[in-house]
């Protein structure tokens, strides 16, 4: 399949979507396998009584009593920390990745990643303490730190701009496809007395092995070459990935980035910079309200959750498994949508949808579910239906352009280090959701739902006002197609001479 790249202030491009190019996307996406796998399986090893015996007895003899809190029965700071601890590891990790981006490329980096990850699966997997089980987690956290970094950018540095979007979706699509495995292999273990959550969390290690290996077939990024002067590796590479002859324009286009990049020796100085503002800001921004969807909160604990509601300890993880399917198949939908409708249109929708369902959730348990007790049968459906309707939203739209757009925006000069701030700030509002999640719910009851409502509002203002639209702009002229034309964002777009003058008159 050809496609042109092409917009009205850049030349075209001239691109082919190549049988290699989809090889070599669909091996690096098994980075976002791993990390969705870690997502969904920490949920269901939490609600399994031998893994809580093991390490949570606390926990686990609050659970057996027959008027347990059904918003409380689950709260403990360690038993948080268990999923947590590997989010807070991720967000140091990130920083190291972008350097190692920089300096050996993402190729390498997608390979420390799957060698932190195997160590963490040894640990967490065999481990005969609480002490053993959090540094398998925090290995498993460097993984996930330098995989999240590595990946997406790769993703979008090898993808032909017009397909950018779908292409580096498939990194979000394997992130669901891991949660769904999650929660497949968490239904089938729970009956395996008294070690399946071993076989659960070992797991981890089948996509590890893969990413170790795959990674040794795949292409390092043209982009990554020639910032590291290797131009005609780079030029090599790039007429493999795109598949035609005339390539040209594309590179020259990619030595004009890098020489601009070279120049900039403190990238992170850069991104304070007024120039880098908007997609620092949107970057970061981006990270805080992906979490505060309330997302990794339903994701983390869908088992815990339909407990919560009344369903049994089978029936909650099988109920599981039915939203981590739906989050796949309504992934496919964002791949779909994003190079055809464009990412504002499926923020904006899809907050509207989330909010919807958000509020009826909190309603239905705000005026049926107590502290002790279950609800009702049909209550219960209806909470299980609409937090399916909503995992759906989420799928197709602020789980991947979270990380799409913040990969896509970075000029070259400050892309690894302003996607490693990225990257850090997901994990350290992931992490602060996955600490604080169990106490909100114990705390607030139904009113987390309302919290969650809230700020779904918050985003969908911010992503009318302030998030321009991206699809089929090549990665490198944002500055002149995107920043620069948009009503707010354009005034940061001033020469750098401009913006001295304006900071001398200010002081």
Same mark, same amino acid.
């Given at each position: 399949?050809?496609?042109?790249?092409?917009?009205?202030?850049?030349?075209?491009?001239?691109?082919?979507?190549?049988?290699?190019?989809?090889?070599?996307?669909?091996?690096?996406?098994?980075?976002?396998?791993?990390?969705?796998?870690?997502?969904?399986?920490?949920?269901?090893?939490?609600? @399994?009584?031998?893994?809580?015996?093991?390490?949570?007895?606390?926990?686990?003899?609050?659970?057996?009593?027959?008027?347990?809190?059904?918003?409380?029965?689950?709260?403990?700071?360690?038993?948080?920390?268990?999923?947590?601890?590997?989010?807070?590891?991720?967000?140091?990790?990130?920083?190291?990745?972008?350097?190692?981006?920089?300096?050996?490329?993402?190729?390498?980096? @997608?390979?420390?990643?799957?060698?932190?990850?195997?160590?963490?699966?040894?640990?967490?997997?065999?481990?005969?303490?609480?002490?053993?089980?959090?540094?398998?987690?925090?290995?498993?956290?460097?993984?996930?730190?330098?995989?999240?970094?590595?990946?997406?950018?790769?993703?979008?540095?090898?993808?032909?701009?017009?397909?950018?979007?779908?292409?580096?979706?498939?990194?979000?699509?394997?992130?669901?496809?891991?949660?769904?495995?999650?929660?497949?292999?968490?239904?089938?273990?729970?009956?395996?007395?008294?070690?399946?959550?071993?076989?659960?969390?070992?797991?981890?290690?089948?996509?590890?092995?893969?990413?170790?290996?795959?990674?040794?077939?795949?292409?390092?990024?043209?982009?990554?070459?020639?910032?590291?002067?290797?131009?005609?590796?780079?030029?090599?590479?790039?007429?493999?990935?795109?598949?035609?002859?005339?390539?040209?324009?594309?590179?020259?286009?990619?030595?004009?980035?890098?020489?601009?990049?070279?120049?900039?020796?403190?990238?992170?100085?850069?991104?304070?910079?007024?120039?880098?503002?908007?997609?620092?800001?949107?970057?970061?921004?981006?990270?805080?309200?992906?979490?505060?969807?309330?997302?990794?909160?339903?994701?983390?604990?869908?088992?815990?959750?339909?407990?919560?509601?009344?369903?049994?300890?089978?029936?909650?993880?099988?109920?599981?498994?039915?939203?981590?399917?739906?989050?796949?198949?309504?992934?496919?939908?964002?791949?779909?949508?994003?190079?055809?409708?464009?990412?504002?249109?499926?923020?904006?929708?899809?907050?509207?949808?989330?909010?919807?369902?958000?509020?009826?959730?909190?309603?239905?348990?705000?005026?049926?579910?107590?502290?002790?007790?279950?609800?009702?049968?049909?209550?219960?459906?209806?909470?299980?239906?609409?937090?399916?309707?909503?995992? @759906?939203?989420?799928?197709?739209?602020?789980?991947?352009?979270?990380?799409?757009?913040?990969?896509?925006?970075?000029?070259?000069?400050?892309?690894?280090?302003?996607?490693?701030?990225?990257?850090?700030?997901?994990?350290?509002?992931?992490?602060?959701?996955?600490?604080?999640?169990?106490?909100?719910?114990?705390?607030?009851?139904?009113?987390?739902?309302?919290?969650?409502?809230?700020?779904?509002?918050?985003?969908?203002?911010?992503?009318?006002?302030?998030?321009?639209?991206?699809?089929?702009?090549?990665?490198?002229?944002?500055?002149?197609?995107?920043?620069?034309?948009?009503?707010?964002?354009?005034?940061? @777009?001033?020469?750098?001479?401009?913006?001295?003058?304006?900071?001398?008159?200010?002081?």
């Amino acid at each position: 399949m050809a496609v042109v790249v092409s917009n009205a202030n850049a030349p075209a491009f001239e691109a082919k979507m190549t049988v290699y190019v989809f090889i070599c996307v669909m091996i690096a996406a098994v980075g976002g396998l791993i990390f969705g796998y870690d997502i969904g399986i920490s949920g269901g090893v939490s609600a @399994m009584d031998d893994f809580l015996k093991e390490f949570f007895p606390a926990v686990w003899e609050r659970k057996k009593h027959v008027h347990e809190n059904n918003y409380c029965k689950y709260d403990n700071q360690f038993l948080q920390l268990f999923t947590s601890s590997l989010y807070l590891a991720a967000l140091v990790a990130s920083f190291v990745a972008s350097a190692t981006c920089s300096k050996l490329g993402r190729r390498p980096t @997608m390979q420390f990643a799957s060698i932190f990850f195997l160590i963490g699966v040894g640990l967490t997997a065999g481990a005969v303490n609480l002490v053993m089980l959090i540094i398998g987690r925090l290995f498993l956290g460097f993984g996930v730190g330098f995989g999240n970094q590595a990946v997406p950018l790769f993703l979008s540095e090898i993808a032909p701009a017009q397909l950018r979007g779908g292409l580096n979706i498939v990194f979000q699509l394997m992130v669901t496809i891991g949660i769904l495995i999650a929660n497949i292999v968490n239904y089938f273990t729970a009956t395996v007395h008294p070690y399946g959550w071993r076989i659960a969390l070992g797991g981890a290690g089948i996509p590890a092995v893969i990413l170790l290996f795959g990674s040794l077939l795949i292409i390092e990024t043209p982009t990554s070459l020639i910032e590291r002067n290797k131009n005609e590796e780079g030029k090599e590479a790039l007429r493999k990935i795109r598949g035609v002859d005339d390539i040209n324009d594309e590179y020259e286009s990619i030595v004009h980035a890098c020489d601009i990049a070279s120049q900039v020796k403190d990238p992170y100085r850069k991104l304070l910079k007024p120039a880098s503002r908007p997609p620092f800001i949107i970057g970061m921004l981006l990270q805080l309200f992906q979490q505060f969807t309330g997302i990794n909160a339903i994701m983390f604990y869908a088992p815990v959750l339909f407990q919560t509601v009344g369903f049994g300890s089978d029936a909650a993880l099988l109920s599981a498994v039915m939203t981590g399917s739906i989050n796949v198949l309504a992934t496919f939908v964002g791949i779909y949508l994003v190079d055809r409708t464009g990412r504002r249109f499926l923020l904006l929708q899809s907050s509207v949808h989330m909010l919807i369902c958000q509020l009826i959730i909190g309603i239905i348990l705000a005026k049926d579910l107590g502290v002790t007790g279950t609800l009702g049968r049909p209550q219960a459906l209806v909470v299980v239906i609409f937090v399916c309707v909503y995992v @759906m939203g989420f799928a197709w739209s602020w789980g991947p352009l979270g990380w799409l757009i913040p990969s896509e925006t970075f000029p070259l000069e400050t892309r690894s280090a302003g996607f490693a701030v990225a990257v850090s700030c997901n994990m350290f509002f992931t992490f602060v959701i996955a600490q604080a999640f169990l106490s909100m719910l114990c705390g607030m009851r139904s009113g987390i739902f309302f919290f969650f409502s809230g700020w779904i509002i918050v985003m969908g203002l911010f992503a009318f006002f302030f998030i321009p639209e991206t699809k089929g702009i090549a990665i490198d002229d944002m500055r002149e197609s995107v920043w620069k034309p948009h009503w707010f964002w354009k005034r940061y @777009m001033l020469p750098e001479d401009d913006h001295h003058d304006i900071e001398k008159r200010n002081t």
